[in-house]
C-alpha cells in the first residue's frame, strides 16, 4: 500500500511511504517507512535490521575481545609452560614479606630526560620483598601483595629469569619454592641487571622432570582461569549478544543458544582434563 504525505522527516512532500498494520493486532496501528525493510523490521519487533546487527556484532568483538586478547598476550602474567635452561638466570632467595618498590628511570634513558618525564615514568610496585645475595629484591604480580607476604614469609626457594624475556620495564620471572609451588611475575629490569652485574647470581641447574603447582594467593579471575574458559565464555557472551540484538524467529536461534551453553561447558572440561593430567603444573628446574 502506498500513501502520499506530507512531511519534512526524511523525506520530501509528495514521496512515496511504505505502510503497513497488523490485521490481528488493530491496536499496533498503522506502520510507515520509506523503505519496506524498515517497515518489516518494525512490524517483527526488530530493533535493528538483520544486514546491521552483523556491523554491531564486529564492533562488539573490537570493542570486547581485542583488548581481551590484548592483555591476555601482553599483560597477563600466565605464561606456557616453560623448562629452565642453563642460559638462565637463578637467585637463591627468601621471602621477608610485602611492600613496595619505587621504579625509577635510569639516568640517560628517555624516559628520564627531564623532571616531568622522571615523574610520569615513575612507578611504585606492589610486590613480594625476597632477600638473596646479600640484597633486597622486588618481585611483583598480579596477585594480593599483604596475602602472599602473610602467607610466604620465611620461606626459601629460587629466583628465576632468561635475561631476553622481558615485558616493557620487566623481566619475567618465576619464583619457585622449595616445597613445590611457583609464582609467576616479574622483576624490574634495573634489579635484575644490578644482581647480574653484581655477581651474586648461582648457576641454572635445569631438571625438566620437576613440576610445581602455581598458586592463587588472591590474583584476579583471568590469571587462574585457563584459556579454554576464557575463550568459552566470550563465545557464550557473543551468543547471548546476538540473540538480543536480533529478536527474530529461525532456526538459527536454537543453534546460536546450544553454542552459548555447551561451550563454556566444553572450556570447563577441558580445564579439569588438564589439571588431571598435569597437575596444572609448570615445567621449573
Same mark, same amino acid.
Given at each position: 500500500?502506498?500513501?502520499?504525505? =506530507?512531511?519534512?522527516?526524511?523525506?520530501?512532500?509528495? +514521496?512515496?511511504?511504505?505502510?503497513?498494520?497488523?490485521?490481528?493486532?488493530?491496536? &499496533?496501528?498503522?506502520?510507515?517507512?520509506?523503505?519496506?525493510?524498515?517497515?518489516?523490521?518494525?512490524?517483527?519487533?526488530?530493533?535493528?535490521?538483520?544486514?546491521? +546487527?552483523?556491523?554491531?556484532?564486529?564492533?562488539?568483538? %573490537?570493542?570486547?575481545?581485542?583488548?581481551?586478547?590484548?592483555?591476555?598476550?601482553?599483560?597477563?602474567?600466565?605464561?606456557?609452560?616453560? =623448562?629452565?635452561?642453563?642460559?638462565?638466570?637463578?637467585?637463591?632467595?627468601?621471602?621477608?614479606?610485602?611492600?613496595?618498590?619505587?621504579?625509577?628511570?635510569? $639516568?640517560?634513558?628517555?624516559?628520564?630526560?627531564?623532571?616531568?618525564?622522571?615523574?610520569?615514568?615513575?612507578?611504585?610496585?606492589?610486590? %613480594?620483598? &625476597?632477600?638473596?645475595?646479600?640484597?633486597?629484591?622486588?618481585?611483583?604480580?598480579?596477585?594480593?601483595?599483604?596475602?602472599?607476604?602473610?602467607?610466604?614469609?620465611?620461606?626459601?626457594?629460587?629466583? &628465576?629469569?632468561?635475561?631476553?624475556?622481558?615485558?616493557?620495564? /620487566?623481566?619475567?620471572?618465576?619464583?619457585?619454592?622449595?616445597?613445590?609451588?611457583? &609464582?609467576?611475575?616479574?622483576? $624490574?629490569?634495573?634489579?635484575?641487571?644490578?644482581?647480574?652485574?653484581?655477581?651474586?647470581?648461582?648457576?641454572?641447574?635445569?631438571?625438566?622432570?620437576?613440576?610445581?603447582?602455581?598458586?592463587? %594467593?588472591?590474583?584476579?579471575?583471568?590469571?587462574?582461569? +585457563?584459556?579454554?574458559?576464557?575463550?568459552?565464555?566470550?563465545?557464550?557472551?557473543?551468543?547471548? =549478544?546476538?540473540?538480543?540484538?536480533?529478536? /527474530?524467529?529461525?532456526?538459527?536461534?536454537?543453534?546460536?543458544?546450544?553454542?552459548?551453553?555447551?561451550?563454556?561447558?566444553?572450556?570447563?572440561?577441558?580445564?579439569?582434563?588438564?589439571?588431571?593430567?598435569?597437575?596444572?603444573?609448570?615445567?621449573?628446574?
Amino acid at each position: 500500500m502506498r500513501f502520499e504525505a =506530507t512531511t519534512n522527516f526524511r523525506r520530501e512532500v509528495g +514521496s512515496d511511504l511504505f505502510v503497513a498494520y497488523v490485521p490481528t493486532h488493530p491496536e &499496533l496501528g498503522a506502520i510507515g517507512d520509506d523503505q519496506r525493510e524498515d517497515v518489516e523490521r518494525q512490524l517483527a519487533g526488530r530493533a535493528v535490521q538483520f544486514g546491521d +546487527s552483523w556491523t554491531i556484532g564486529g564492533f562488539w568483538a %573490537l570493542a570486547t575481545l581485542a583488548p581481551l586478547g590484548y592483555w591476555w598476550k601482553n599483560e597477563s602474567p600466565r605464561r606456557p609452560k616453560r =623448562t629452565v635452561g642453563p642460559d638462565w638466570k637463578a637467585l637463591r632467595v627468601t621471602v621477608t614479606g610485602a611492600g613496595k618498590h619505587t621504579d625509577v628511570p635510569p $639516568p640517560g634513558s628517555p624516559e628520564a630526560a627531564d623532571e616531568k618525564k622522571r615523574r610520569e615514568n615513575t612507578r611504585t610496585l606492589r610486590c %613480594l620483598v &625476597l632477600e638473596g645475595g646479600g640484597r633486597q629484591v622486588p618481585f611483583h604480580s598480579q596477585m594480593d601483595g599483604e596475602a602472599a607476604g602473610t602467607a610466604l614469609a620465611g620461606v626459601h626457594g629460587w629466583l &628465576l629469569w632468561h635475561p631476553q624475556q622481558r615485558r616493557g620495564r /620487566d623481566v619475567l620471572a618465576e619464583l619457585v619454592g622449595d616445597d613445590g609451588w611457583q &609464582l609467576p611475575g616479574a622483576v $624490574p629490569v634495573q634489579v635484575a641487571e644490578q644482581a647480574e652485574e653484581a655477581g651474586v647470581m648461582a648457576p641454572a641447574q635445569p631438571d625438566p622432570e620437576r613440576r610445581v603447582q602455581t598458586l592463587d %594467593l588472591g590474583a584476579g579471575w583471568l590469571v587462574t582461569a +585457563s584459556a579454554p574458559v576464557v575463550v568459552g565464555l566470550a563465545v557464550a557472551l557473543g551468543c547471548l =549478544t546476538a540473540l538480543l540484538l536480533i529478536p /527474530d524467529s529461525g532456526a538459527w536461534r536454537l543453534w546460536t543458544a546450544a553454542a552459548g551453553v555447551l561451550t563454556p561447558l566444553v572450556g570447563f572440561i577441558a580445564q579439569v582434563v588438564a589439571r588431571m593430567d598435569h597437575g596444572d603444573g609448570h615445567a621449573a628446574g
